[in-house]
């Protein structure tokens, strides 16, 4: 079974056999899913009967492009470190820049990574890129032991192969290098930290970090940066003290509700921390660095392959303002281009969050269009061509009825230390799905 499509195929012709029209299987997972707390806000994380599979090639694919551009984005924010009108283009604010001046102790920008891509057949769009706080690991990683276990899955891989991509183990690793490289020598102590309001009964994705490190045997705790002090040379939390930090908030968040006297910040300037990923992280956060990516003055300082690989798999973009540039080797007048070409187009804020619409050129018309370029040019806002989205038909069970409903799917490689480990999947409406590798045998 070579492609991923065969195997759709075949298990949703599975799901019509009698012993399973009796749905008391899945009502059992999604009862798994709530012991293992495997919800948001009170929602199962994946009301899918499913799991996503992806072929070997397809695999092999993303894991070259999702490397690749990984190794990209260290040399751009390098380049960009060397050069203020490079930073500048970033529109990170003054503290994020001096935050990102200071040497994190550890090889590369972001540690762990997560990336948004579209992956149909043999290829792969990269649609966006989370440096700072990436989420999804975990969540993907405990929903795929679940998924394996089904009777259907036992019943599918009988003539295939069927697997997890990557596993818990390759996150534990990078923790441990990354304190290794800052120069850590004991067993590390760690704290994830984020917002308390994040991290109700409701959310747990950090608890489920902390368990799976302290099976580990590293000493672990979820912590609000409320709780955090920072006195002769230590960081702590309460009586707990502090080696590494998994950073799960971003550097505006943090700043919003204190200032530089902060003390994570204070540590982190100190060396006195390894924070897991660094503030230099932040340089990746805005799209306005896919601008910079796509960008051919900026680009010719990299290598030809380099150079190939971004025009194949990273959408053009470029950040909305009153300006010439370039499109395909040819002189533009931005805002003209982006009315001309409105339905091969898409308006995104520059940061995720707030209340920023996105404007899919296809979906309005050439008022809303003008409405929408108005609103771009007032705020950061990026255009990027558009990349058709994925649709793949699912699954899903809800209140005991179970639907088979077509759906927008995104599929996200989690690389560590410039390597992918591992893969997870969102649906439409934040559902996820694990992604399992599928092999003919």
């Known amino acids: 079974?070579?492609?991923?499509?065969?195997?759709?195929?075949r298990y949703h012709k599975l799901l019509d056999q009698e012993k399973y029209r009796d749905l008391a299987w899945a009502e059992e997972l999604q009862d798994q899913m709530r012991r293992q707390k495997l919800t948001?806000?009170?929602?199962?994380?994946?009301p899918v009967l499913r799991p996503c599979f992806l072929s070997?090639?397809?695999?092999?694919?993303?894991?070259?492009?999702?490397?690749?551009?990984?190794?990209?984005?260290?040399?751009?924010?390098?380049?960009?470190?060397?050069?203020?009108?490079l930073l500048r283009r970033l529109h990170m604010l003054p503290a994020e820049r001096m935050l990102a001046a200071v040497p994190p102790g550890c090889v590369r920008f972001s540690v762990t990574t997560r990336m948004d891509a579209y992956v149909q057949n043999g290829s792969v769009s990269l649609q966006g890129f989370d440096g700072c706080k990436p989420a999804g690991f975990v969540y993907s990683d405990a929903?795929?032991?679940?998924?394996?276990k089904l009777p259907i899955l036992k019943e599918f891989r009988n003539g295939c192969s069927v697997a997890k991509v990557g596993g818990s183990k390759p996150f534990v690793d990078a923790i441990f290098?990354?304190?290794?490289?800052?120069?850590?020598?004991?067993?590390?102590?760690?704290?994830?930290?984020?917002?308390?309001?994040?991290?109700?009964?409701?959310?747990?994705?950090?608890?489920?970090?902390?368990?799976?490190?302290?099976?580990?045997s590293i000493p672990a705790q979820v912590v609000s940066p409320d709780r955090l002090e920072y006195t002769r040379g230590r960081l702590r939390a309460g009586d707990f003290e502090i080696d590494v930090v998994i950073r799960r908030l971003l550097t505006q968040e943090l700043l919003a509700r204190s200032d530089l006297s902060h003390a994570l910040l204070l540590a982190y300037r100190d060396h006195a921390v390894c924070v897991v990923n660094?503030?230099?992280?932040?340089?990746?956060?805005?799209?306005?660095?896919?601008?910079?990516?796509?960008?051919?003055q900026v680009t010719a300082r990299l290598p030809l392959a380099d150079q190939v690989l971004i025009r194949k798999f990273v959408p053009w973009t470029r950040v909305v303002a009153l300006k010439k540039t370039k499109y395909k080797d040819r002189e533009i007048d931005l805002p003209e281009f982006i009315r001309r070409e409105r339905e091969q187009l898409v308006l995104r804020p520059n940061e995720d969050g707030g209340d920023q619409r996105t404007f899919v050129g296809v979906e309005t018309n050439a008022s809303e269009?003008?409405?929408?370029?108005?609103?771009?040019?007032?705020?950061?806002?990026?255009?990027?061509?558009?990349?058709p989205s994925v649709r793949e038909k699912f699954p899903f069970f809800r209140y005991g009825d179970l639907q088979i409903r077509e759906t927008e799917i995104a599929i996200h490689p989690h690389v560590f230390h410039g390597k992918l480990q591992g893969a997870s999947a969102t649906l439409a409406?934040?559902?996820?799905?694990?992604?399992?590798?599928l092999d003919s045998d």
């Open 143 to 148: 929903l795929a032991d679940l998924f394996l």
């Open 278 to 296: 660094s503030f230099r992280s932040e340089m990746a956060q805005r799209r306005d660095l896919f601008a910079l990516l796509t960008d051919e």
């Open 1 to 9: 079974m070579a492609q991923a499509g065969e195997g759709i195929a």
């Open 177 to 216: 290098k990354a304190w290794r490289e800052f120069g850590g020598q004991n067993v590390p102590r760690v704290a994830i930290v984020e917002l308390a309001q994040q991290f109700g009964s409701d959310a747990t994705e950090s608890y489920l970090f902390a368990e799976l490190l302290s099976r580990n």
């Open 56 to 85: 070997r090639r397809q695999l092999e694919t993303l894991t070259r492009v999702a490397e690749h551009i990984a190794s990209i984005i260290d040399s751009l924010e390098a380049l960009a470190l060397e050069s203020p009108p």
């Open 369 to 387: 269009w003008d409405q929408a370029l108005r609103v771009a040019l007032r705020r950061p806002y990026v255009v990027q061509e558009q990349v």
């Open 40 to 46: 948001e806000s009170g929602r199962l994380l994946a």
């Open 429 to 437: 409406a934040g559902a996820m799905a694990p992604v399992l590798l």
